[in-house]
């Protein structure tokens, strides 16, 4: 079975579809255009600590950037919570204004539109939505990029949902996607879910800018002493395996957001260096 893309099927277009198809690309990029890198990051399974690691970066660079986070994961939005941002957003001529942290963070998220414990979903008498949810969420990521007055931004992270389609829809909506940081657990098992992510990423073209060992032990807070956490080493070897820098080995941390924080500040600066 073969199937057509828009730029390939002839004769008249009534619906007009490949002109609002190229309509919202434009928006896009548009939107984009006083955005100076856009890097996206992912993991291969959920529960690896992506959006704090997401959050942590942002936080680090706001004193030395102009920063922007995209949360992308729709169905688990949770960046803007672990950023302070809060709602609601306001809607003026030139978009909607992203949520503003005490930190000078820029934040959208499916979090600031819905009610408290309300799930995103479409319409509700929408029947076998099922096989609509994929171009739903594509619709809402898309709307996210070209609609959302980001303003300038030295740097805009999109906190994409585990596994590698948001990326791949992200990377046909942002041909100029800077890159991608990956993010993992020690675990054999994150070692193979990952893999496939970044496996696709290649596919898609898309770079990988490095790889980011989350929770690699556990940190005493009182001594400093890091003992185990998760058997494996998935950062190390998923890094090997692609050609590509570990960035960062972080251990866990039962502390308050400000105290981990410190944790992504080397992270900050070797992710600054990767998109130079």
Known sequence: MSFRTYHEVTGEDRSRLLAQVVAQRTRVTERLRAVDRLVAIVSGKGGVGKSWITA????????????????ADLQGPTAARLLGARGPLDVEADG?????????????????LLAEGAPFRARDDLAERFTRRGLV?????????????????????ADLPPGAHALEDLAELVPTLTGALVV????????????????????????ILGVVENMSGYECEG???????FAGTAGAELAAAFGVPLLARIPFLAAAPGVRDDRCTALAASLMDAVS
């Open 137 to 157: 969420e594509t619709g809402v990521l898309r709307e996210f990029l070209s609609d959302v007055a980001w303003g300038p931004l030295d740097l805009l992270l």
């Open 184 to 207: 993992t657990i020690p675990s054999e098992e994150s070692r193979r879910a990952v893999a496939r992510t970044m496996r696709r990423a290649l596919d898609c073209r898309v770079r």
């Open 223 to 229: 001594c400093g002493r890091v003992g185990p956490l």
């Open 56 to 71: 942590g970066l942002a936080r680090s660079l706001a004193s030395r950037a102009r920063v922007g986070v995209l949360d």
């Open 96 to 112: 909607v204004q992203p949520a503003l942290t005490a930190a000078g963070v820029r934040v959208m998220s499916t979090d600031l």
